[in-house]
């Protein structure tokens, strides 16, 4: 019996090489909005902690920074809870800094709130779904 093309190779304890798989960091340069989003979400982190340390929030708002960094730092692994956190801090945000503009009228309050809300849109795209683990 002579070895042929269509033969299979003897076991070798390896795994079989096949297509080349694609690195997390390049599918991740591929969306640069979730480098930026994942930024954001780090700098709420530490204006959050900020508000607590001056006192203009109660201790209890630290549970929320946790909740950021993971976010911003689960999104750069694209990992698809990560994206589900982000995407309900962006949703949850948005809305809040829309009720601020609507009582206090402040500019401020609806240029974050549509920076919250692109940033959520942006998310929600299928492109940027696909490519979550």
């Not at 006192?55 to 589900?84: D, E, M, S």
């Not at 549509?114 to 490519?131: C, E, I, P």
Request: net charge positive; aromatic share 14%; charged share 10%.
């Amino acid at each position: 019996m002579t070895d042929g093309p269509n033969t299979p190779a003897p076991p070798t304890g390896k795994a079989p090489i096949g297509p080349m798989q694609k690195s997390p960091l390049a599918s991740l340069f591929k969306l640069p909005g979730l480098i930026a989003i994942s930024s954001y979400m780090i700098l709420l982190a530490a204006v959050t902690v900020v508000y607590v340390v001056q006192r203009h929030a109660g201790l209890l708002y630290l549970v929320f920074p946790v909740f950021f960094i993971a976010g911003a730092f689960g999104l750069l692994l694209l990992l698809r809870w990560a994206w589900a956190l982000t995407l309900a801090a962006m949703a949850l945000a948005s809305a809040a800094f829309f009720y601020q503009f609507s009582t206090g009228h402040s500019f401020a309050a609806l240029m974050q709130g549509l920076l919250n809300l692109v940033f959520f849109l942006y998310l929600v795209r299928t492109d940027v779904r696909v490519k979550l683990r």
